[in-house]
């Protein structure tokens, strides 16, 4: 069974260099939201040791509840093109960008 660490390395090996803000999606469940405040929570008030939350040096984390299009709207009022969205206004999940990136990272 793979370790919550061993998930936590390699998704902070796969980040970009430099985290300025995570945007989290999520639909409307009062169940998630409760879930975003205790991570926030740990997030804060975790020790500064590599592996916890802020050793990342995330300094903004906003958390979005609602449907794809609300969440698209609100992304809008960040500055944040929609059209660079992983994913299209039925849901779909655009995996151009994403094959594109595994070409560049898998041959260079």
């Known amino acids: 069974m793979i370790s919550v660490i061993t998930i936590f390395k390699k998704v902070q090996a ?16 009062q169940f998630l ?3 975003a405040k205790i991570f926030m929570i ?4 975790s020790s500064t040791k590599e592996g916890s939350y802020s050793s990342m040096k995330i ?9 794809n299009m609300e969440v698209q709207y609100v992304f ?9 969205s992983p994913m299209t206004g039925s849901g779909k999940i655009k995996l151009s ?3 594109q990136w595994l070409k560049i990272t898998v041959y260079h």
């Open 59 to 67: 300094h903004k984390v906003k958390f979005h509840f609602g449907e």
């Open 14 to 29: 796969a980040s970009p260099t430099r985290i300025v803000c995570v945007h989290a999606c999520w639909p409307n469940s």
């Open 97 to 99: 960008y994403h094959k």
């Open 33 to 35: 939201r409760v879930f």
């Open 42 to 45: 740990r997030a804060t008030t």
């Open 76 to 84: 809008k009022g960040y500055g944040i093109p929609v059209e660079l």
